[in-house]
């Protein structure tokens, strides 16, 4: 079955400091991944995406992502992480048997705290 | 350029009852998904309309259904509504036919099944 893992519930990091929220899937075929983050009592904010070329994809906010096909993980990350950054991250994969469609699945999330 | 609305915002209903949720999508956007978010979880896909006609299904019962307008607007209508239920509904909009990899959401319509 076609899949996305985020192993860590929350990820706590320094203002400052680089952060990292890790991403691994599990899908037939070339894996379409994205990253979306969440604010309180909003919907999802699109921030990147890896569709094919370059391993290290950049988007909004400074954030980047690194997608690993040995490892079959996109890792997002950033130098250095505001307080503002503090949401609710989701990565998700394009379920490669939905043909031309796009029906998306996504991981559980993981909550990130920033700390001054 | 507008973003993804939707409407209303929240909702509380009594079970047994239906409810109605609507979604306009981004300028431009002609395909629109709809998903569920429980507490604590990730978007669980329910359905997806482009050209007016469902084109995939996510694992929910028939009591979710939705329809699409000329406009590319949409409805998701859920019946007989349990208390599990009680969720986040998102709806993203894209552009199939540009790749339409990209998914842009709506800020939700938080349903509350009582």
């Known amino acids: 079955a076609q899949s996305v893992a985020q192993p860590e519930d929350q990820v706590n990091v320094a203002e400052g400091n680089p952060l990292t929220v890790k991403c691994t899937y599990s899908v037939s075929g070339n894996p379409y991944l994205f990253w979306y983050v969440q604010y309180p009592n909003r919907g999802l904010q699109f921030l990147l995406k890896?569709?094919?070329?370059?391993?290290l994809v950049k988007g909004s906010y400074g954030f980047e992502a690194e997608f690993n096909k040995s490892q079959t993980s996109f890792h997002l990350k950033k130098p250095s992480a505001l307080v503002s950054d503090s949401a609710l991250y989701f990565c998700a994969v394009r379920d490669t048997f939905s043909g031309g469609y796009n029906k998306l699945i996504f991981g559980a999330g993981t909550r990130l705290a920033v700390h001054p | 350029d507008a973003g993804v609305t939707q409407s209303p915002t929240h909702l509380i209903k009594t079970r047994g009852q239906q409810v109605t949720l609507r979604c306009s999508p981004k300028s431009g956007h002609d395909t629109v998904s709809w998903y569920q978010q429980a507490l604590g979880q990730g978007p669980q896909f329910i359905f997806q309309?482009?050209?007016?006609?469902?084109?995939q299904r996510g694992n929910f019962p028939d009591r979710f259904s939705g329809h699409q307008f000329p406009n590319y607007s949409s409805e998701l209508n859920v019946n007989a509504l349990l208390l599990g239920d009680s969720a986040l509904y998102l709806c993203?909009?894209?552009?199939?036919?540009?790749?339409?990899?990209?998914?842009?959401f709506g800020p939700g319509t938080r349903l509350l099944v009582l």
């Open positions: 890896y569709i094919t070329g370059d391993n």
């Open positions: 993203a909009s894209s552009l199939l036919l540009a790749g339409g990899e990209t998914q842009y």
């Open positions: 309309y482009y050209e007016e006609e469902e084109r």
